[in-house]
Each structure stands twice: as structure tokens, then as C-alpha cells.
């Protein structure tokens, strides 16, 4: 599981012409410009966002900039270009290097979690957009999300807080990545992970299959980390035994969040149930019945279903695919 990741990185750049500038910087590499809510939303991990004024400032900041570009390069390579091409060169006054950029994955109401960095960084929470103004090469912009990270950033757009935090980027990461799981583990509401057992069982023997489906899921969505694997034996009735495929799953988010998303993966996109995925907390069998909002009534496969879209949007595009064919070889199998 990652918890925490890089952000883009923020340059400013003061230079005499930007419209020249704009024009030659196009020409050898993809940039778009876009304003700062547009720039935020789309800024990738490894991207830089450049804010360019012709104006002279003592203190450039990113409220300055007459124009933002959203460049697919990282801040290194960019500066290797725009010092090999003298066009480029020679339009620029001055350039100032922005605070460094943070994303650290939280539990849902992790608010104990930023309190606690808060206090031990002697941090304040700000807005995105402040912290690019107040922060500089020297400081640190740590924003929180509750969504999977996954393996890079593609956006900023989902996260909640940000704090500012006087100290280099760097630093911040390798300490970050050494303590994320004990800030995790504090904020919790009962201050435990959960060890739960996932039981596959599947009359049509496709366990290969249905495994491989589930964790293309569980590891997209950054679930937990698989602490084991074996076939087992489950006693449901008196004298008769089945045998199921356990997985052992240890985890922050809650027992139900997993139903939910097992719960999902029992039914293909047409509403045929392909798989049974057992779920156990602490030997304690989590029933779907336990998902059904408002205890209204619903029809297993229609709640699937509802449950499915909620549950897909959170997948990537790779992980969907890699899903659907997948899905497809099950439901082919199992006619």
C-alpha cells in the first residue's frame, strides 16, 4: 500500500515576453495552459506547473502569474531545456522555485491523523492555493486524500487538507514514509487494523480466475496488504465440509467498506452471480443484509449492481479493463 506520494512540482518564472516564450517553450515540449483551478485539478505526479509574469515583483507568487501552464515534463528536464536553448534563455529575468508537493493517503475522518503531523511539524492548515503562495523552496505542501494513491498521482482534484510545513521536500518524504502507518494507526477510531479472512468458493473450480479478479480489484483500490494464502475447509454443516480458498487481508478500512466491494465482484455485469467471496472478521461471518442502506428492501444482484458503480469509479482504467476480460473468461467458463 502507498500512503504517501510526490505531487507536481511549482516554478515561477518572471520573463520579458511571454507570449514569445509561450510559443517557443510549445515547440519542445506538451504544455497547455489552463487557470489555476484547471492546472490543480489536472497536475500529475512528476508534472510541473509553471506561473509566468512579465512584471517585476519582489516576490513573485503564484496570484501574480498572467499566465499558468501545465507542462508534462519534470522540473529538472524542463530546466535542462530552457538553459540548452538560448531563445529560451534569453527571454528570462528570474526564476523561484515553489514549495515542494505532498499527497498522504488517511483513513475515512482521518482528521486526528493531520492534527497529529500538524502538531509534530508545527504545521498550519491551508488552502491549496495559499500554501503556493506562502510556501517556497525550502518548505512543504502536504495535502491528504482518503482515496487510493496508487502507484503515481494523476490529480490533485481529490484531495481535502493541506498543510504548509517549513521544511524541504525531501526530508518531509523519507520521514513521512517511515511513520505513515503509526499516524494511521493513531487515527483510527479503535486504533487497530483489521485482519479479515476472505473464503472464495466457486462450484465451477475457475479459483484461479475468480482470485486473479479479486485482487486486480484489492490492489487498485490499495484494500489492504495480503498477509496469506491456503486452501481451507469450511464446516457449514454438521458433518459435510466445502472447500474454499482463503485469503488473509490486513487492513484500516472498515470490515463493511470490504463487503461492499466483495460483495460487488459476486455478480457479473449482467446480474449473474459467478461467485461466492465469504467475508470474516475476527471469525465473525459479515452478511451482505449488513450493507442494505436505510434497511429498505433490495434484490441481491440489484444491489450489486448499485454497488458496482460506486465501486468501479475508484478503479483505474487499466485494473478496469484487466477486470472486464477477466469477467468475460468467467462468464464464458461457466455456461
Known amino acids: 500500500m502507498n500512503f504517501v506520494r510526490t505531487g507536481p512540482r511549482y516554478l515561477f518564472f518572471q520573463v520579458k515576453n511571454i507570449d514569445l516564450f509561450y510559443q517557443n517553450i510549445s515547440k519542445n515540449s506538451e504544455v497547455k495552459s489552463m487557470d489555476f483551478t484547471t492546472a490543480i485539478r489536472l497536475a500529475a505526479e512528476e508534472s510541473l506547473l509553471l506561473f509566468l509574469t512579465e512584471s517585476e515583483v519582489d516576490s513573485f507568487q503564484a496570484k501574480d502569474a498572467q499566465l499558468i501552464l501545465n507542462i508534462s515534463l519534470t522540473a529538472t528536464a524542463f530546466l535542462a531545456l530552457v538553459l540548452n536553448d538560448h531563445k529560451l534563455n534569453d527571454l528570462i529575468i528570474k526564476i523561484t522555485a515553489g514549495p515542494g508537493q505532498l499527497v498522504m493517503r488517511i483513513p475515512e475522518n482521518g482528521e486526528s491523523v493531520i492534527a497529529e503531523i500538524k502538531k509534530n511539524y508545527q504545521a498550519a492548515e491551508i488552502t491549496l492555493l495559499s500554501a503556493i503562495k506562502q510556501g517556497d ?8 486524500t482518503e482515496e487510493p494513491i496508487k502507484s503515481r498521482i494523476s490529480s490533485l482534484k481529490g484531495v481535502k487538507n493541506s498543510i504548509l510545513i517549513k ?8 520521514e513521512l514514509r517511515r511513520d505513515a502507518i503509526r499516524y494511521i494507526t493513531h487515527g483510527l477510531s479503535s486504533q487497530q487494523w483489521s485482519e479479515l479472512k476472505i473464503n472464495i468458493y466457486d462450484s465451477d473450480e475457475l479459483y484461479e480466475l475468480e482470485y486473479q479478479r479479486l485482487i486486480t480489484i484489492l490492489s487498485d483500490l490499495e484494500a489492504g496488504i495480503i498477509l496469506g494464502e491456503s486452501w481451507t475447509k469450511d464446516h457449514a454443516f454438521a458433518l459435510f465440509s466445502i472447500t474454499a480458498y482463503q485469503i488473509r487481508l490486513f487492513t484500516f478500512l472498515s470490515p463493511l467498506t470490504i463487503k461492499k466491494i466483495l460483495f460487488t465482484l ?24 449488513e450493507l442494505i442502506p436505510d434497511h429498505n428492501k433490495y434484490e441481491r444482484a440489484a444491489l450489486a449492481r448499485k454497488f458496482r458503480e460506486e465501486v468501479m469509479q475508484k478503479v483505474s482504467l487499466e485494473a478496469k479493463e484487466k477486470y472486464q476480460k477477466l469477467e468475460d473468461e468467467i462468464s464464458q467458463k461457466s455456461l
Open 137 to 144: 523552496a525550502n518548505s512543504t505542501i502536504i495535502s491528504f
Open 266 to 289: 459476486e455478480y457479473n455485469l449482467a446480474g449473474e452471480r459467478l461467485v461466492d467471496y465469504d467475508l470474516f472478521n475476527k471469525n465473525t461471518k459479515i452478511n451482505w443484509s
Open 167 to 174: 521544511k524541504e521536500a525531501q526530508l518531509v518524504f523519507e
